[in-house]
């Protein structure tokens, strides 16, 4: 298999890597030659992925601005709606495909519970120490709950995320968000797999994060991938 350079290649981070490969095998089934799959591959790479300066992969902002509305007129609940758009393809340069979205809804692997900057995502990889550095809040998890995902009439996705108002955290996040921060959504797309055209085939689960500031979250878990 024609790779990028090797020194390059040893560079992408895990996932990077993993998409590379993935399309580069998918590109030569359909019998395109070594070099046009290869470039095929790296393109592939480069819709979700961008080096910096320092020429270090990480992980293009791929973010859902929330639209908050409250329910109730006394002691109001704050929800947010969020468009989860599948006819396009998203800032990262990949969409989730309706039979993948509506598969992952079949399986019942949607993941109900959010929090803010991937903080349960980081736990599990053992990197809390690193969120620590984009985000000081700990215990986040279950601050933000998935109450539904409805298909609207374009057939797009539409989820409702509202705050939970028993969790240590509400009022002191709640006025964060009120001061106008933390209000992009960052979607999780566990185990994804990808096809020649960047698009998600299959995914384990789905869940979500809330955060402030989407590319620093998005390279912090880069990072946390990579290592």
């Known amino acids: 298999m024609i790779t990028m350079p090797q020194a390059l290649l040893d560079k992408l981070p895990k996932e990077a890597k993993a998409i590379y490969e993935a399309v580069y095998k998918k590109a030569k089934e359909m019998g395109k030659s070594d070099k046009d799959a290869a470039i095929i591959a790296i393109t592939a790479v480069k819709r979700k992925y961008k080096q910096t300066k320092e020429k270090k992969w990480v992980t293009k902002s791929y973010a859902l601005k929330l639209n908050i509305v409250k329910s109730g007129l006394f002691n109001s609940t704050i929800k947010f709606n969020v468009p989860i758009k599948i006819s396009k393809y998203d800032a990262e340069g990949e969409r989730i495909l309706k039979s ?100 998600i085939i299959y995914a384990d689960k789905f869940g979500f994060s809330i955060t402030s500031n989407p590319i620093q979250s998005a390279n912090m878990i880069n990072e946390v991938i990579a290592n």
């Open 100 to 199: 993948t979205m509506q598969d992952l809804i079949n399986r019942n692997a949607i993941n109900t519970i959010g929090d803010l900057d991937h903080e349960r995502i980081a736990k599990l990889d053992n990197k809390i120490e690193l969120r620590k550095k984009i985000n000081p809040y700990v215990g986040t998890e279950g601050l933000y709950l998935l109450e539904k995902l409805d298909e609207d009439e374009d057939g797009e996705y539409i989820a409702t995320i509202a705050m939970n108002k028993s969790h240590p955290l509400y009022k002191q996040v709640l006025n964060e968000h009120k001061q106008g921060k933390y209000l992009y959504l960052s979607p999780e797309w566990e185990g994804a797999r990808y096809n020649a055209d960047n698009e």
